[in-house]
């Protein structure tokens, strides 16, 4: 896949585990992080977001945390599945007239 | 499908040809972002356009350039190539000019020079 080559974090787990994939952020001022997953051959796909007056947002199957006091982001995924098998990325909004800024991610494995 | 139509999805092309790709944003959506995507660097964003006009910039190449026309939709040139241009390019979209809702992203257009 197009994600092969890229010098990843890896995270190993058994299927039906629950996975914690973590993300530290860079500016303080951000107010707004998403995470997205990307497969192979795919685009990056929005997962869930959070908004710096939340700590903890719950979706499907997955949660996001933010701890502003470190810059630390995390996702938590229950009950992994082999379809959860992917690079996932943290990005945040800097403000202003910034793009979102994408993490180098962090690569997914799912153990049948 | 995300609805963000990117074409075409394969390009092989030697160096110092010039290509352009093409980016068709989700219905209703005014921002266009490109970003590149090499095999050690991740995610750069390149640039922003919000309803035909440059809105951000980031590590975008001086060969490179890019334009939103009024059907918005988008154009990003890439001239002189260069073995390093060799990556997945990404056009993700957005309903606003800001960045408070995420970006819908298309499947991406595979560039390799030779």
């Known amino acids: 896949g197009e994600n092969v080559g890229l010098h990843l974090p890896t995270l190993s787990v058994q299927e039906g585990d629950n996975s914690i994939i973590n993300c530290a952020y860079s500016?303080?001022?951000?107010?707004?992080f998403i995470w997205y997953k990307q497969e192979s051959g795919k685009g990056p796909q929005f997962i869930i977001d959070?908004?710096?007056?939340?700590d903890k947002r719950q979706g499907q199957r997955v949660t996001v945390l933010l701890n502003k006091t470190v810059k630390h982001l995390s996702l938590q995924i229950a009950a992994t599945q082999p379809g959860d098998s992917a690079v996932y990325f943290c990005?945040?909004?800097?403000?202003?007239?910034?793009?979102?800024?994408f993490g180098s991610g962090t690569r997914l494995q799912v153990q049948p | 499908d995300s609805g963000v139509t990117q074409t075409p999805k394969h390009l092989i092309t030697a160096t110092g040809q010039r290509v352009t790709l093409r980016c068709s944003p989700r219905?209703?959506?005014?921002?266009v972002y490109w970003y590149q995507q090499s095999l050690d660097q991740g995610l750069q964003f390149l640039i922003q356009y919000y309803n035909g006009e440059e809105r951000a910039k980031g590590n975008i190449l001086e060969r490179f350039s890019a334009q939103q026309f009024p059907d918005l939709h988008s154009e990003l040139n890439l001239s002189s190539l260069e073995l390093g241009d060799s990556a997945l390019y990404f056009c993700?979209?957005?309903?606003?000019?800001?960045?408070?809702?995420?970006?819908?992203f298309g499947s991406g257009t595979r560039l390799t020079v030779v």
């Open positions: 990005a945040e909004n800097q403000g202003g007239r910034r793009a979102l800024t």
């Open positions: 959070i908004r710096s007056n939340m």
């Open positions: 219905s209703g959506d005014l921002s």
């Open positions: 993700a979209s957005s309903v606003g000019q800001n960045n408070n809702y995420g970006y819908t």
């Open positions: 500016n303080s001022a951000s107010d707004y």
